[in-house]
C-alpha cells in the first residue's frame, strides 16, 4: 500500500522564489529608503535613535544582496521576518511602549 501525499513538497529554493525574493525585499528597501528622506526633510537630522530605525527601514536591501550568495532561503526569509518584527518592537518602544499606536 503507497501512501501519496495530497500536497507534494514543493522546491524551496528556485532560482523563480530567489528572483521574487530580491524583488520584495528591494521594494521594502525603496520603500523605506522614501520614508527615511521624507523624514529628513519634514523633520531634519535624525539623532541616534532615528537613525537606527531608519537603517532598520533600509536594512531589507542588504538581505536582497545575500540573496545572490549561497545562503539558503529559508534563512533569508526568515532573517526578513525578525527584522521586521524587531523594526515594530522598536517603532513602538520608540514612540511610547505599550501607549504607542504601532502596538496592534
Do not use: C, N, W
Not at 514543493?10 to 522564489?17: R, S
Not at 539623532?47 to 536582497?64: C, N
Amino acid at each position: 500500500m503507497a501512501v501519496h501525499d495530497k500536497f507534494p513538497a514543493i522546491a524551496a529554493d528556485t532560482p523563480a522564489l530567489r528572483r521574487l525574493f530580491v524583488s520584495v525585499q528591494v521594494s521594502k528597501a525603496v520603500l523605506g529608503a522614501v520614508l527615511g528622506v521624507a523624514f529628513v526633510s519634514f523633520v531634519g537630522r535624525p539623532d541616534a535613535a532615528e537613525a537606527i530605525a531608519i537603517a532598520g527601514l533600509v536594512a531589507p536591501a542588504a538581505l536582497a544582496l545575500l540573496a545572490f550568495t549561497a545562503v539558503p532561503l529559508s534563512i533569508l526569509e526568515t532573517t526578513a521576518l525578525e527584522i521586521f518584527a524587531l523594526l515594530i518592537g522598536y517603532l513602538a518602544a520608540l514612540t511610547g511602549g505599550v501607549l504607542s499606536p504601532l502596538v496592534v
